[in-house]
Nanobody, 122 residues
Framework: QVQLVESGGGLVQPGGSLRLSCAAS????????MGWYRQAPGNQRDLVGT???????NYEDSVKGRFTISRDNAKYTVYLQMNSLKPEDTAVYYC????????????????WGQGTQVTVSS
């Protein structure tokens, strides 16, 4: 009933920029926390950043000052603006949302997108 769909991944050169989007759809009552995680080959899935419904953000140290998370609550969409990209940013980026569904609005559950590949290489 609920899905998260990421878009905007691709191949960019070091120092370049990329903007990821993630739109939640389905029988959604409300979305509390949204965010982005990433997983490089052989690594665990790590936090990139999160954003609350009120706009409070939290970032991994390695992306502070380079990445910016924002959200459009009306569109159930979260964005990740990535600037000054480095090869070590290469990973599959996953959208995350903690939300409640209309049929069970008292219950919050975690949802994940399918992932979008970001490759930073010259």
């Amino acid at each position: 009933q609920v899905q998260l769909v990421e878009s905007g991944g691709g191949l960019v050169q070091p120092g370049g920029s990329l903007r990821l989007s993630c739109a939640a759809s389905g029988s959604i009552f409300s979305i509390n926390l949204m965010g982005w995680y990433r997983q490089a080959p052989g690594n665990q899935r790590d936090l990139v950043g999160t954003i609350t419904s009120s706009g409070s953000t939290n970032y991994e140290d390695s992306v502070k000052g380079r990445f910016t998370i924002s959200r459009d609550n009306a569109k159930y969409t979260v964005y990740l603006q990535m600037n000054s990209l480095k090869p070590e940013d290469t990973a599959v980026y996953y959208c995350y949302a903690r939300l409640s569904r209309r049929d069970i609005p008292w219950r919050q559950s975690d949802y994940w997108g399918q992932g979008t590949q970001v490759t930073v290489s010259s």
